[in-house]
């Protein structure tokens, strides 16, 4: 008897999950193709920047400004990832990146989010309150929109477009996104500049050299996100 109930336990659950997805295909196919598509366009990037570095060291400044208001473009369609663009930035222009960094950050959080919501236009947070956990799980991420934007944010594991969409599509209001959003990429940008600043050349500087410090800081910034996501997310709803 025991094994029959959790048989058509796990059933119930897989047909609801199936459900889901069938219910918020094009959301789920969005966060998909926003996963792989900078692992493809990084490598090319690179590619030309190792072979126009001296070049690119020469640009002035009107013409960075032109390169990260593309970026926030290129990362908010997540054509480029994040932590490329800041190390590289931090690579080629010194600590003189970090304006156009998290500006080029914002823009681009702020550009993926009402993609997002454009395209969801509130079927998720819909289908997910069918299920009890669901709605309990929405409504404490929309109770902590702020520190559940800056704990994602701090993240260096959970991709920088994926992070806008889940966001977007659990309803977190725009105010705190963006105060959330440039609270939390502060240190991984921080890092990220400095890590391009510091290596002798582009090539170390991407693939993080023997720099342990960074790893112990991106490991601590990751275990802080998953214990304070975990948190907030089983948090008992307050009645």
Same mark, same amino acid.
């Given at each position: 008897?025991?094994?029959?109930?959790?048989?058509?336990?796990?059933?119930?659950? +897989?047909?609801?999950?199936? +459900?889901?997805?069938?219910?918020?295909?094009?959301?789920?196919?969005?966060?998909?193709?926003?996963?792989?598509?900078?692992?493809?366009?990084?490598?090319?990037?690179?590619? %030309?920047?190792? %072979?126009?570095?001296?070049?690119?060291?020469?640009?002035?400044?009107?013409?960075?400004?032109?390169?990260?208001?593309?970026?926030?473009?290129?990362?908010?369609?997540?054509?480029?990832?994040?932590?490329?663009?800041?190390?590289?930035?931090?690579?080629?222009?010194?600590? %003189?990146?970090?304006?156009?960094?998290?500006?080029?950050?914002?823009?681009?959080?702020?550009?993926?989010?009402?993609?997002?919501?454009?395209?969801?236009?509130?079927?998720?947070?819909?289908?997910?309150?069918?299920?009890?956990?669901?709605?309990?799980?929405?409504?404490?991420?929309?109770?902590?929109?702020?520190?559940?934007?800056?704990?994602?944010?701090?993240?260096?594991?959970?991709?920088?477009?994926?992070?806008?969409?889940?966001?977007?599509?659990?309803?977190?209001?725009?105010?705190?996104?963006?105060?959330?959003?440039?609270?939390?990429?502060?240190?991984?940008?921080?890092?990220?500049?400095?890590?391009?600043?510091?290596?002798?050349?582009?090539?170390?500087?991407?693939?993080?050299?023997?720099?342990?410090?960074?790893?112990?800081?991106?490991?601590?910034?990751?275990?802080?996100?998953?214990?304070?996501?975990?948190?907030?997310?089983?948090?008992?709803?307050?009645?």
């Amino acid at each position: 008897m025991h094994a029959k109930y959790l048989d058509s336990n796990i059933l119930i659950h +897989s047909m609801a999950f199936s +459900s889901l997805i069938k219910k918020n295909s094009s959301s789920f196919s969005l966060s998909i193709f926003f996963t792989i598509i900078p692992l493809v366009m990084s490598t090319t990037i690179a590619f %030309h920047i190792y %072979h126009y570095e001296e070049v690119l060291m020469e640009l002035t400044p009107i013409y960075w400004i032109g390169i990260f208001i593309a970026s926030a473009f290129t990362m908010g369609f997540a054509l480029t990832p994040t932590t490329f663009i800041a190390v590289s930035s931090g690579y080629l222009l010194g600590w %003189h990146a970090i304006p156009g960094v998290i500006l080029g950050y914002l823009g681009a959080s702020l550009l993926c989010y009402s993609f997002a919501k454009k395209i969801d236009q509130g079927r998720f947070g819909k289908s997910i309150r069918e299920f009890k956990k669901g709605e309990v799980i929405l409504e404490n991420i929309q109770g902590n929109e702020f520190k559940m934007t800056l704990l994602t944010k701090l993240s260096p594991v959970l991709p920088f477009a994926v992070s806008n969409i889940l966001l977007s599509l659990a309803g977190v209001r725009k105010k705190p996104f963006i105060v959330g959003s440039f609270l939390g990429m502060l240190p991984r940008t921080l890092l990220s500049i400095w890590a391009g600043y510091t290596a002798y050349n582009l090539k170390d500087a991407l693939e993080g050299g023997n720099n342990n410090a960074m790893v112990w800081v991106m490991a601590a910034l990751a275990l802080l996100t998953i214990g304070g996501v975990l948190y907030i997310l089983k948090k008992p709803k307050v009645q």
